[in-house]
């Protein structure tokens, strides 16, 4: 399997390229401003994009899913629940990518946004910003619910084996990866209880995203704005 984690410094999001044996690759959670980078690398690395995947309606970047779409005639897919009518493949909880030798198993993790995924294949976990290291997405806008996104992680990653290694959304510490066991053991944002961690997330009192009036509504769009 080709692996990549691409990063853009702008929003601290991690993309995430996965590539099977017959050059057919998946991207994750893009920015488009990153659109050059992407093409730039499929076309250094002989690829064909199958498919262009959102852990959930972003509020902070633009996705690249529906430009890509038009450049590769990719299939874009993100949450069933996400109302983006204009999505190839509607995700729902369970159902599984086969991608060549591999597959791409969806998990419905909600608690950040209500709509939000993550992707297992194999022994890596992609989940956007359910479960970060050392840390949590927020849950204070876009029908956002801190006991859903507890009940997310404990009850959908921290059930995966504990040498499952996690690929979050973001990082803003230049962190890369960790694994769940180690977040099981370290996350001091779930050392609390449910009825903590609720209220230390209820009182968080942190700005907007600075483009989440631009982002969302051009997410809703997958990007093509």
């Known amino acids: 399997m080709v692996f990549r984690q691409l990063f853009d410094k702008d929003t601290c999001t991690y993309t995430y390229l996965l590539a099977n044996e017959r050059k057919e690759a998946v991207l994750i959670d893009t920015v488009l401003e990153c659109m050059e980078e992407y093409t730039l690398l499929l076309s250094q690395l002989g ?3 199958r498919y262009a995947l959102d852990t ?3 509020a902070d970047h633009i996705t690249a899913a529906g430009v890509l779409r038009q450049h590769t005639g990719c299939e874009t897919g993100i949450s069933i629940h996400a109302g983006v009518d204009c ?4 995700l729902t ?4 990518l086969t991608v060549g030798s591999f597959d791409i198993h969806v998990l419905e993790t909600p608690g950040h946004t209500p709509t939000c995924l993550s992707f297992l294949c194999g022994d890596m976990v992609f989940t956007g910003d359910a479960l970060l290291i050392d840390g949590c997405g927020r849950t204070d806008f876009q029908g956002g619910d801190a006991g859903q996104l507890y009940d997310s992680i404990t009850q959908k990653l921290f059930v995966l084996p504990e040498q499952t290694v996690v690929y979050p959304g973001h990082d803003y510490h230049g962190k890369t990866s960790s694994t769940i066991g180690e977040q099981k053991a370290c996350n001091p944002r779930l050392k609390h209880t ?7 997330m209820n009182q968080l009192d942190l700005p907007n995203p600075k483009r989440i009036e631009e982002a969302v509504p051009a997410n809703q769009a997958c990007g093509q704005v």
């Not at 909880?93 to 599984?96: C, F, H, I, S, Y």
């Not at 449910?194 to 230390?200: A, G, L, N, V």
Request: net charge negative; glycine share 4%.
């Open 194 to 200: 449910k009825h903590d961690f609720i209220e230390f």
């Open 56 to 58: 959930h309606v972003h």
């Open 93 to 96: 909880d369970g159902m599984a």
């Open 47 to 49: 690829l064909t994009l």
């Open 87 to 90: 999505a190839d493949v509607a």
